[in-house]
């Protein structure tokens, strides 16, 4: 069974710097690309970064372009998300997400899902 575990949520003030990992019980974690999305309170889930299967791509969301950075170690199934310059409207429950070959933005591309991680962001 195919596992996502989210780590490294927590409550940090604005301006402050956290560092999310999802660790991939995939057996083939370096078939599939990666990607972050979140969830703010009454909003829809939406795209926050995505990493190609070596690592060697990564896209953004604009909003958190130039903060934000995606990375992976394929030798240990996890991928990570640093996340700096953070504000209160990056509060949002953090899923990771894990989709086969290609990397996509979208939410109906992913084929697998983590339960959150929670990221509240305090001024």
């Known amino acids: 069974q195919v596992q996502l575990v989210e780590s490294g949520g927590g409550l940090v003030q604005a301006g402050g710097s956290l560092r999310l990992s999802c660790a991939a019980s995939?057996?083939?974690?370096?078939?599939?690309?990666m990607g972050w999305f979140r969830q703010a309170p009454g909003k829809e889930r939406e795209f926050v970064a995505a990493i190609t299967w070596s690592g060697g791509t990564t896209f953004y969301a604009d909003s958190v372009k130039g903060r934000f950075t995606i990375s992976r170690d394929n030798a240990k199934n996890t991928v990570y998300l640093q996340m700096n310059s953070l504000i209160p409207e990056d509060t949002a429950v953090y899923y990771c997400?894990?989709?086969?070959?290609?990397?996509?933005?979208?939410?109906?591309?992913?084929?697998?899902w983590g339960k959150g991680t929670l990221v509240t962001v305090f001024s």
């Open positions: 997400a894990a989709m086969y070959r290609y990397c996509s933005r979208y939410v109906k591309d992913m084929n697998y």
């Open positions: 995939l057996r083939t974690f370096s078939a599939y690309a």
